[in-house]
């Protein structure tokens, strides 16, 4: 009785199979690193931009209770002035501008609650 030869495996399979073998939390942090490394030398992070924002407003519509201007302008006051001091720092200048882009949607969504006329509603 002939015996049944599995089939042989593509190359595409193979690679798969080498690549999901070889993957690690210190691996993948490296993929990432290395994409956000191109993609910052591409030139292409402000396309953040709007995502962080919108973080801000969707922060600013999850508070229990209404942040006054004096507080939001203070924050972004605070995170503008730390993003110029840490130019010189990339990984900290990015948080630095992350966090002030998020501060900004904060105090976006703030004024046009405040234009509309409108409150956050407390129960």
């Known amino acids: 009785m002939p015996t049944a030869n ?3 495996e593509t190359g595409a399979v193979v690679r798969l199979r080498r690549q999901f073998g070889r993957l690690s939390l210190s691996g993948f942090r490296g993929m990432v690193v290395s ?3 191109l993609e910052l030398d591409r030139g292409v992070a402000f396309l953040l931009v709007p995502v962080f924002l919108a ?3 969707i922060g600013y519509f999850s508070l229990a209770e209404e942040p006054g201007f004096p507080k939001l302008v ?3 006051l605070l995170t503008a002035s730390c993003a110029v001091a840490s130019r010189s720092y990339r990984k900290t200048h990015l948080c630095f501008m992350m966090a002030l882009l998020c501060a ?3 105090l976006a969504a703030k004024v046009e609650t405040w234009r509309a006329g ?4 407390v129960d």
Do not use: E, S, W, Y
Not at 118 to 121: E, P, W
């Open 74 to 76: 203070a924050v972004v």
């Open 35 to 37: 994409a956000a490394n």
């Open 6 to 8: 599995p089939a042989p």
């Open 118 to 121: 409108t409150q956050i509603l």
């Open 104 to 106: 900004l949607g904060v």
């Open 55 to 57: 973080l801000g407003v």
